[in-house]
C-alpha cells in the first residue's frame, strides 16, 4: 500500500480578506508534498465541512488576521455534528492570548501566531495528518 | 600651548580610494550581496562615482519638475503632514468618543474604518453577531454616519471614507452633510479605498462587485464628485494592499503607477479632461522598515507620475502632475514577539514616509500584531508623530537626504525597477487586464513566498522572532477586548427600528432608481446611491441591489 500524502484544506472563514499568511503557508505545504485544498477567503462554515467531507482531508487550517478566529468554536460544532471530529484543525494568525485557551478549549489543536516558521507549522499538520490516519485505519 | 585647530581640510593627494577598496575587501572580504527588498543590489560605500546626475535634471526644487524633492515648494517646513490615524471600532458611539479624543491629541483628520461585515457589503444582521465591532465601527445608515461624526465640523475637517465602490460611507457622509445644512462644495476627503483593482488582487475587502461594474461605479463617482463635490479627492490608488499582501516595494509602486494610469484612461475615455480629474488623484502606500528604499520608492514614484501625467496625459496644470500620498506604516513588519520592539519599527517606517515627501500619515500602534489597536497604543502611535515633528525636528529642511550619492543612485535604480515592472502589465494590456490574467497575482505570491522564506532561513532578521528572542509573560500582550455585546445587541436592535420607522414607499423608489441606472449606461450610478443613502436605504440593501444588477465579485486568487 502506498502512502497518500498528508491532506489540508487551507481557508479562511468570515469576513475579512487578507489572505497573505494562508497563501504563503499553502504554497509551502504543496511545496513540502502535501496535498492541498485552497479556498478564496470568506467561506461559510457549511461550505466548509461540505469541502472537508468530499475532499476527504485530514487537516483543516483556519487562517484569521481580523477576529474571524472568533467564529471558529462554530466550526468545530458543525465538523462535530457532521461526524468529522477526526479532522485537525489548526488556527494560524492574530490570536490574543485569552482567545486562544478559548479555542484549544474548542478542540483547535494547535493556534500558530505570527512569527512562526513554515517549517515548524509544516511539520506540525504533518504529524496531525498522520495521527489521523492511525487512528482511522 | 598648542595653537587651536582652524578650519581646514586634508591634502587632495591622502584621499585613496583605491586604499579604501583594498583596506574593505581585506576585512569583509568578497561575500554575498546584499540585496533590498525590492532586490537592487546595495553597496558598502557610495561616492560620485555611483552618482554625480544633474541636479537641474535629476532633483531641481521642491514644487517644481522633476518632483523629486517634494510636490510643493515649501514642503513639510510651510505645512506639516496631515496626522490622520485610521480608527473605527465598535459602535457609531464608541467611534465618535475615540475620534473625538484623538482630536484633542493633535489628530487633525478624519479617517473611518468600518467593520469587516461592511467590507463585505453586509448590513449588522446579515453576519455572525460576535464579529460586529470587532475591527472596525459598523455603520449601515445615514443615522450612524451622523452618529459618528457627532460634534465634528464637517466643513472644516477633512474626512477619509475607507469604502469600496459603490462607495456608500461616502454618499452617508453626503446625506449627513446635507441634513447638517453643510454646503457639499466645503466637504472635503477622500475615497480611501476606490482602487477596486488592488482590492481585486490583493486585499480583497471589497463590497464584492465584479470588476466591470466596479469599474463604471468608480468612474461615476469620479464624475459624480467633479460637478457635486468638488473638494472630493474620489481617487486613491492604493499600492498598500499589494505590499502588505507581499509585493515588494518596487512592485508595489509599480502596480499603484499602473492602476493610476488605468484609472485615468477609463476617465479620459468617457470624455473628461485630464487636468479635470488628476489634481483630484490621490496615491495611498504602504511603509516598510526597510529605511532607505522607502525613501527612494516615494521619490522615484514621484517623479514617474510627473513624467505620465505631462508625457502619457499631456496635463498641463502642475496640479496634475503633483504625486499627493497618504502613508501608512507597515503591520506586516510588527511582531508579536516583544511588542513593545514595534515603536522603534513604527518610528523608522514613519521617519521613511516623511522623508519620501509623504502628505499625511498614519502610524501603526505596537500592538497590532496581538489585536486591534488598544486606546493605550493608539496614543503612542500619534505621539510618535508628534515627536518626531516637534522634538526631532524632521520639518525643519525639505527632502534632506536629497544630494546623498546613496539616495540619489537609489531613486534612479528604484526608478528603473519600477518602470521595468509597469513595462509588464502595459505588456498584459494594462493593469485591469493583467489583473484578470492573474499576472500582478502571481508576482506578489512569489514575493512574499521569497520574503518569508529570507526570515525563515534567518538571511533576513526580524528581532524577537529568529534572533534575539526571550521568554515572555502573557502580561505583557494586552489585547483590545471585545465590543460589548449587550451594546452591539442594542446597535442591532435600533438599526431594526430605523428601519422599520423610515419611509418604505422611498426606500423601495430609491432601490427602483438605483437598479435602473446600473442598467442604463448614461445614468450616473453614484448618483443613485447618494439618493438612496437620503432616502434611508441601508449599505447592505444598496450593495445587493448593485450586485444582483452588475454581478457578484470573487477575486482571482493565485496560490
Not at chain 2, 422599520?500 to 450610478?525: C, F, H, T
Request: hydrophobic share 40%.
Amino acid at each position: 500500500m502506498t502512502t497518500q500524502p498528508p491532506k489540508v484544506l487551507v481557508t479562511k472563514i468570515g469576513l475579512d480578506g487578507h489572505d497573505r499568511g494562508s497563501r504563503v503557508v499553502a504554497s509551502y505545504l504543496r511545496d513540502a508534498g502535501m496535498e492541498v485544498v485552497y479556498t478564496p477567503p470568506w467561506q461559510d462554515i457549511p461550505a466548509v465541512v461540505k469541502l472537508a467531507m468530499e475532499e476527504d482531508v485530514d487537516v483543516i487550517g483556519v487562517s484569521s488576521l481580523a477576529t474571524d478566529h472568533l467564529i471558529v468554536p462554530k466550526l468545530m460544532r458543525a465538523l462535530h455534528t457532521a461526524g468529522l471530529a477526526d479532522i485537525a484543525v489548526v488556527v494560524g494568525g492574530i490570536v490574543p492570548d485569552a482567545d486562544e485557551a478559548m479555542l484549544l478549549e474548542a478542540g483547535v489543536a494547535r493556534v500558530f501566531h505570527p512569527g512562526s516558521a513554515l517549517e515548524e507549522i509544516a511539520a506540525e499538520i504533518g504529524q496531525l495528518a498522520r495521527a489521523r490516519r492511525a487512528v482511522s485505519i | 600651548m598648542n595653537k587651536p585647530l582652524e578650519a581646514g581640510r586634508l591634502s587632495a593627494q591622502e584621499i585613496a580610494p583605491g586604499q579604501w577598496q583594498r583596506e574593505y575587501a581585506a576585512s569583509v572580504g568578497g561575500g554575498k550581496p546584499t540585496r533590498n527588498r525590492s532586490g537592487i543590489e546595495v553597496k558598502p560605500l557610495y561616492t560620485p562615482q555611483d552618482w554625480s546626475g544633474d541636479y537641474a535634471a535629476a532633483l531641481g526644487y521642491p514644487g517644481q519638475p522633476p518632483y523629486t524633492r517634494g510636490i510643493y515648494a515649501s514642503m513639510h517646513r510651510g505645512r506639516t503632514w496631515t496626522q490622520r490615524q485610521l480608527i473605527g471600532l465598535g459602535t457609531p458611539h464608541d467611534y465618535n468618543a475615540r475620534l473625538l479624543d484623538m482630536i484633542d491629541q493633535g489628530t487633525t483628520a478624519v479617517s473611518l474604518i468600518p467593520c469587516n461585515s461592511v467590507f463585505r457589503g453586509y448590513d449588522m444582521d446579515e453576519v455572525h453577531a460576535e464579529l460586529l465591532g470587532t475591527c472596525g465601527v459598523v455603520v449601515n445608515t445615514v443615522e450612524h454616519m451622523d452618529q459618528c461624526l457627532a460634534g465634528v465640523d464637517l466643513a472644516r475637517t477633512s474626512c477619509a471614507m475607507n469604502d469600496p465602490s459603490p462607495f456608500t460611507l461616502f454618499a452617508f457622509l453626503l446625506a449627513t452633510a446635507k441634513k447638517r445644512g453643510v454646503d457639499w462644495n466645503s466637504i472635503s476627503g477622500t475615497s480611501n479605498q476606490s482602487d477596486y483593482l488592488s482590492h481585486f488582487i490583493a486585499n480583497h475587502m471589497f463590497f464584492r462587485i465584479a470588476l466591470p461594474g466596479a469599474r463604471r461605479i468608480l468612474t461615476d463617482q469620479i464624475e459624480f464628485c467633479q460637478r457635486q463635490v468638488p473638494n472630493w479627492n474620489p481617487m486613491s490608488v492604493v499600492g498598500q494592499h499589494t505590499q502588505q499582501a507581499g509585493a515588494t516595494p518596487a512592485e508595489a509602486m509599480a502596480f499603484a503607477l499602473s492602476a493610476a494610469i488605468q484609472y485615468a484612461e477609463d476617465c479620459r475615455a468617457r470624455g473628461m479632461a485630464p487636468d479635470s480629474f488628476l489634481p483630484r488623484f490621490t496615491f495611498f502606500f504602504d511603509i516598510s522598515v526597510s529605511l532607505f528604499e522607502e525613501i527612494a520608492k516615494f521619490r522615484a514614484g514621484r517623479r514617474i507620475w510627473a513624467r505620465i501625467t505631462r508625457e502619457r496625459f499631456g496635463a498641463r496644470d502642475p496640479r496634475s502632475w503633483r504625486f499627493k500620498f497618504h502613508g501608512q506604516t507597515s503591520g506586516v513588519d510588527l511582531t508579536r514577539q516583544q511588542p513593545l520592539n514595534n515603536i522603534a519599527r513604527v518610528t523608522i517606517q514613519a521617519m521613511a514616509g516623511i522623508f519620501g515627501g509623504l502628505q499625511s500619515l498614519h502610524t501603526d500602534a505596537y500592538d497590532e500584531a496581538l489585536s486591534c489597536p488598544t486606546e493605550f497604543g493608539a496614543r503612542i502611535a500619534v505621539n510618535t508623530q508628534n515627536i518626531l515633528r516637534e522634538e526631532a525636528h524632521l520639518t525643519d529642511v525639505i527632502d534632506p537626504l536629497g544630494g546623498s550619492y546613496y539616495v540619489e543612485a537609489l531613486t534612479d535604480e528604484m526608478e528603473q525597477k519600477i518602470l521595468a515592472v509597469m513595462g509588464e502589465i502595459e505588456a498584459a494590456g494594462g493593469m485591469y487586464q493583467a489583473a484578470e490574467q492573474g499576472l500582478p497575482q502571481r508576482m506578489i505570491g512569489a514575493s512574499a513566498r521569497g520574503f518569508q522564506e529570507k526570515i525563515d532561513s534567518g538571511e533576513q532578521t526580524v528581532v524577537g522572532v529568529n534572533a534575539y528572542q526571550v521568554e515572555e509573560g502573557r502580561s505583557e500582550r494586552q489585547a483590545l477586548p471585545a465590543p460589548d455585546p449587550a451594546k452591539i445587541g442594542a446597535h442591532i436592535a435600533a438599526f431594526n427600528e430605523y428601519k422599520r420607522r423610515r419611509s418604505q414607499a422611498a426606500v423601495r423608489s430609491a432601490q427602483d432608481g438605483l437598479a435602473a441606472a446600473a442598467d442604463d449606461p448614461k445614468q450616473n450610478i453614484f448618483a443613485r446611491v447618494v439618493e438612496a443613502a437620503e432616502a434611508g436605504c441601508t449599505h447592505g440593501e444598496i450593495c445587493a441591489t448593485l450586485r444582483r444588477e452588475l454581478g457578484f465579485g470573487q477575486p482571482l486568487v493565485m496560490v
